[in-house]
């Protein structure tokens, strides 16, 4: 698979956000860096807590300040750092070049306003569209997105959907004003088996048919194998392993990667029980010393508990954090 130097459309540097609570410091982003290239789908991988949320609300600066703080980095975007621009500058960019698509679409949908006027919203806010061709752009989008009766369903309120039905609809947002960044975030997690198949296939036939690029945010290996063209993986707060979608399933370094990889079920191999992962995320308030995975690696050597381990690369867009491969 090619490199991504050189056709980056959103490039991560350094990022750092902490989070300063009444029981002390958390560190849920600390000092990474990631890439996203050109018309590519990217996928952050890790468990609960471990950081990709809010390295995702940290790119478009929509964490609250107060608790949380961007202490240092860069998050450049067609070359502007988003960490530099003003609110206003920042507005003309979030829905329009980047879009977020959120876990779950009860939280992010207005429950007393009618489906069609949400979606209005956000295209009066960023396109030239006139009024009276908006409603039917709307019914355009929802179509796109595989809803059935789109005229009705410009008319219906949230909970008058499914949960797929409104995931979808929070989907058509995200790509009213054609972005070319669409961030999502946990995006099927909360839906049944069927209708996760249904929005995946929806995903993957969007990136195929559009410029446009994607981050994914998920703890399901699945998910990321059936999408993604490059992965991260994240650890405290810490990207621990990065290298194209292949590589990381067929030649994955770092323990915390293959322990991710044992415990996901596969088609091609028969397995009696899967095989979990000892241990939790350690508490991002009191880390333990040294390498971030050492109480939970049964490989882990003095070195782990002493310092903890540069990124090293070890081909040409393989790169893993640990002491074992050094």
Not at 220 to 244: N, W
Request: proline fraction near 6%; charge should be negative.
């Amino acid at each position: 698979m090619e490199s991504t130097q050189g056709n980056e459309l959103l490039s991560v540097k350094n990022l750092k956000t902490y989070f300063y609570l009444s029981q002390g410091q958390v560190k849920a982003v600390d000092g990474i860096d990631l890439s996203i290239p050109r018309q590519k789908a990217v996928g952050l991988v890790g468990e609960s807590g471990c950081g990709k949320s809010a390295t995702a609300l940290s790119i478009v600066r929509l964490l609250p300040s107060p608790p949380s703080k961007i202490l240092d980095g860069k998050v450049l975007f067609k070359g502007k750092d988003l960490l530099k621009l003003s609110e206003k500058e920042l507005r003309e960019i979030r829905g329009k070049e980047i879009s977020i698509v959120f876990q779950d679409p009860m939280t992010f949908l207005n429950p007393v306003l009618k489906i069609g006027d949400q979606i209005g919203e956000t295209i009066l806010e960023h396109q030239p569209v006139k009024k009276g061709e908006v409603k039917r752009k709307i019914v355009e989008l929802l179509e796109h997105v595989g809803i059935p009766g789109a005229q009705d369903v410009v008319e219906y309120y949230p909970h008058q959907l499914s949960g797929g039905m409104r995931q979808r609809v929070l989907i058509a947002m995200a790509l009213s004003c054609n972005p070319s960044l669409v961030i999502m975030d946990e995006p099927t997690t909360a839906l049944d088996v069927t209708i996760q198949r249904q929005i995946l296939e929806l995903i993957k036939r969007l990136i195929e048919d559009s410029d446009m690029s994607l981050m994914l945010i998920t703890h399901d290996l699945g998910v990321v194998a059936e999408i993604c063209d490059y992965i991260y993986i994240m650890y405290a707060g810490r990207i621990v392993e990065h290298a194209d979608v292949y590589t990381i399933f067929e030649a994955a370094r770092h323990p915390y990667t293959r322990g991710l990889l044992a415990s996901a079920l596969s088609i091609e191999e028969h397995r009696e029980e899967l095989v979990g992962l000892d241990g939790s995320v350690p508490d991002l308030m009191a880390p333990p010393s040294g390498c971030k995975f050492h109480p939970r690696c049964s490989n882990a050597k003095d070195v782990c508990w002493e310092e903890e381990p540069p990124l090293v690369q070890l081909e040409s867009s393989h790169f893993v954090r640990c002491w074992l491969e050094r």
